[in-house]
């Protein structure tokens, strides 16, 4: 018998996986028909497409189509040892987090397999100083990691 807490965990990897591809492809519409470089929103944030070939927040670009794959297989690599992770935990709010990260994990994978690089937008910025320019899966990504490092800081042990 299927457990449904584990059902649950793939429908959240679902909504958070097809959030951030509908995200990718509003801004993809906005910037691609529309000729723009730059959507400004207010004085801390605009949106300005990236093409992303590193891994998260554009660390690690590089060019050479062997590295790339190396990393995108290390990548589908690591999203299989979370789903193992996510599988076999008896912690539920950790496979919940786990979960959240594999919604964002495999958004941008699916994006390298299909673009060959992730679309990245969102630019944070105070007057010249600019933070890497992320997606909303680096967004998930980020708070499934923030998550479990609570989770063991506090021993969070809810089932």
């Known amino acids: 018998m299927i457990n449904k807490k584990k059902i649950y965990l793939f429908v959240i990897i679902i909504i958070f996986f097809l959030i951030d591809r509908v995200s ?10 529309n000729s723009l470089s730059e959507i400004y929103i207010n004085s801390f944030l605009n949106f300005s497409l990236v093409w992303n070939s590193g891994i998260g927040f554009g660390l690690l670009q590089i060019e ?6 190396t990393i995108s297989i290390i990548i589908a690599a690591i999203n299989l040892i979370l ?22 994990s495999l958004g941008n994978l699916f994006d390298r397999f299909y673009y060959n690089s992730v679309p990245d937008f969102i630019d944070l910025h105070n007057k ?24 063991d800081l506090f021993k969070i042990k809810k089932t």
């Open 24 to 33: 990718k492809i509003l801004i993809l519409k906005s910037f691609l028909n």
């Open 64 to 69: 050479p189509n062997i590295f790339y794959s």
């Open 83 to 104: 789903i193992y992770w996510m599988i076999t935990t008896s912690n539920y709010v950790e496979s919940i987090f786990i979960s959240i990260i594999l919604g964002g």
């Open 128 to 151: 010249s100083f600019h933070w890497f320019t992320f997606n909303i899966a680096d967004i998930f990504i980020t708070i499934g990691i923030i998550g479990l490092i609570i989770i």
